[in-house]
């Protein structure tokens, strides 16, 4: 099923996203995740690939499996950087002929070896990935789009980029799913934005839970992402003590959800890091806040 149809049945989604093992780790472990990852019922599943990078090869393989072994949809991220456009024919063939109707078309990021980020790839930006897409593929497929709560980290125009964004969405965008974010009110305000600047399509809210310490300078790094004095606090406090950050990031990423879900989230795409354990535990703080939208009474006339 196409993500496009399950935004339009559901009031809310509630998606994975996974990464594939480098080259040097056995492909089995990203399946032991995905056994413990079935049993919360995801919508859908999401598979990173590394722009240019050693990880990209075994993307595809790991979300037609998402699909076919785990009964699952998918959702293969393909990116411009490094891809031509035989390439991405190839790789879009192949999971369309496996039963995979969705692809997140991004720029992707650079490897740092990397001069130009543009090196070797026929698509400039994430826009001209889409623009290809459809008029090659048509409805066959669904296409999702990455959005920036706080603005993409090489924009310094926050106009420009909603702009941008806007721009993406006409050229064929179904669904967007956010960079991850600490602060909702972030979230609330860009959304907003978004329904000012003409956008219509449903967006997912990307929550990651925090449980380890090396992962926060990464991210802020790589993405930006503005950090609450109360978050700040918790890092501070159990920054030497694994156990207790790993328990403080999934309460925090938790309240995140239960506040998002309260105002009206059309999704959550939880950022797992391949730590099925963590999202487990996140679902099952939410459980019955997800049962609560499958036993709503317009949500079930929605279904039929
Ligand atoms: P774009 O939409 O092309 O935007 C990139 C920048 O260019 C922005 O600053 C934008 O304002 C600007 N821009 C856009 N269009 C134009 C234009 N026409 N002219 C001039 N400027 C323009 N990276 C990976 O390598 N692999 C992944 O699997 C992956 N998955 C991701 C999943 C999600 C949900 C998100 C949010 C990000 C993911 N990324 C991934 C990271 C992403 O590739 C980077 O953030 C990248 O820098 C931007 O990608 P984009 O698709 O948003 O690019």
Same mark, same amino acid.
């Given at each position: 099923m196409k993500i496009k149809d399950i935004f339009e049945r559901k009031k809310f989604v509630f998606s994975?996203?996974?990464?594939?093992?480098?080259?040097?780790?056995? !492909?089995d472990r990203i399946y032991s995740t995905l056994d413990d990852l079935k049993g919360p019922s995801p919508d859908f599943i999401s598979v990173t690939y590394g722009a240019g990078g050693s990880t990209r090869d075994r993307s595809p393989q790991i979300a037609i499996d998402v699909k076919n072994v785990y009964d699952i949809e998918s959702l293969a991220h393909l990116t411009c950087i490094g891809s031509t456009r035989d390439e991405v024919v190839g790789v879009v063939d192949l999971l369309l002929e496996s039963g995979v109707h969705n692809i997140l078309a991004l720029r992707g990021d650079p490897p740092q070896e990397a001069v130009s980020p543009f090196v070797g790839g026929d698509f400039s930006h994430a826009i001209d990935l889409v623009k290809f897409l459809r008029e090659r593929y048509g409805e066959k497929i669904a296409i999702g789009g990455a959005a920036y709560? &706080?603005?993409?980290? &090489?924009c310094d125009d926050p106009i420009k980029d909603l702009h941008y964004l806007k721009q993406k969405v006409d050229a064929g965008v179904d669904f967007l799913v956010t960079q991850l974010f600490f602060d909702n009110e972030l979230f609330y305000r860009f959304v907003e934005r978004t329904s000012i600047a003409g956008i219509e399509v449903p967006i997912s809210a990307g929550i990651m839970p925090v449980v380890n310490k090396n992962q926060i300078e990464r991210i802020v790094t790589l993405c930006g992402a503005s950090l609450p004095k109360k978050f700040v606090r918790i890092l501070h406090r159990y920054a030497d003590d694994p156990r207790s950050l790993e328990e403080a990031g999934i309460a925090y990423a938790t309240d995140q959800i239960v506040d998002l879900i309260a105002s009206g989230v059309r999704g959550i795409h939880l950022y797992t890091m391949n730590k099925a354990h963590v999202a487990?535990?996140?679902?099952?703080?939410?459980?019955? !806040?997800r049962e609560?939208?499958?036993?709503?009474?317009?949500? &079930? &006339?929605? !279904? !039929?």
């Open positions: 994975f996203e996974i990464f594939p093992p480098k080259p040097t780790t056995p !492909l709560p &706080e603005g993409h980290i &090489e487990r535990k996140i679902t099952s703080n939410i459980e019955t !806040l609560g939208f499958v036993n709503d009474k317009n949500n &079930e &006339e929605a !279904l !039929l």
